[in-house]
C-alpha cells in the first residue's frame, strides 16, 4: 500500500475515554479491564490512577444534569479512586462500547466487561466514550495534551492490514 494510504488509515484510528470506575477499582477488576483492550489490540496512550472531584464528575456528565439519578451517580463516581484511560485504534470508540455491554448489567450480554463482572446500572463499573465527539470532550476534561502520548507499538503490523 501506497505510504500516504497508510498515513491516512492510521490518521482514521481514533480514540477513546475509557474509565474504571470506582466499584471496579474496589473490586481489584483495573487489571482484567485493561487486559480486554490490550488483548483486542487497541493501543493504550494515555492513563492515571485519581480520586475524581465533584465538579469533574458534573462536568463529565454534564448532559446528564437534569436526571433523577444524577445527584447519586456523581456521589457514586467521586466515592473512591478510578482509572481514566484513552485508547486508540480502528473504530475503537463503538467497538469499545461494544465491548463494555449495554450501560445496565441486566442487558448487558454475556462476555462484555458489564455482562460479565457486574449486576446492577448504578454499579456497571466501567466508563466509555458514545461517539467521537464525546471522547474528544471527556479526552480534554480528564488529560492534558502532554499527557497522552503517541507512540508505535512494536506489534502493530500484527493487529493492521498493512
Ligand atoms: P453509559 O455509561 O452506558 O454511556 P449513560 O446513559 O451515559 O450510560 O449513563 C451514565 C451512567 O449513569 C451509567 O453508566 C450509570 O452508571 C448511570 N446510570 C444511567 N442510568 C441510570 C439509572 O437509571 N440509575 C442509576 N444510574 C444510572
Ligand atoms: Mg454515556
Request: with cysteine; glycine share 10%.
Amino acid at each position: 500500500m501506497a505510504a500516504y494510504v497508510a498515513r491516512a488509515m492510521a490518521e482514521a484510528r481514533e480514540r477513546t475515554f475509557i474509565m474504571v470506575k470506582p466499584d471496579g477499582v474496589q473490586r481489584g477488576l483495573v487489571g482484567k479491564i485493561i487486559k480486554r483492550f490490550e488483548s483486542k489490540g487497541f493501543k493504550l496512550v494515555a492513563l492515571k490512577f485519581t480520586w475524581p472531584s465533584e465538579e469533574l464528575l458534573k462536568k463529565h456528565y454534564a448532559d446528564l444534569a437534569t436526571k433523577p439519578f444524577f445527584p447519586g451517580l456523581v456521589k457514586y463516581m467521586s466515592s473512591g479512586p478510578v482509572v481514566p484511560m484513552v485508547w486508540e485504534g480502528l473504530n475503537v470508540v463503538k467497538t469499545g462500547r461494544v465491548m463494555l455491554g449495554a450501560t445496565n448489567p441486566a442487558d448487558s450480554a454475556p462476555g462484555t466487561i458489564r455482562g460479565d463482572l457486574c449486576i446492577q446500572v448504578g454499579r456497571n463499573i466501567i466508563h466509555g466514550s458514545d461517539s467521537v465527539e464525546s471522547a474528544k470532550k471527556e479526552i480534554g476534561l480528564w488529560f492534558t495534551e502532554k499527557e497522552v502520548i503517541n507512540w508505535k507499538p512494536a506489534n502493530e503490523g500484527w493487529v493492521y492490514e498493512d
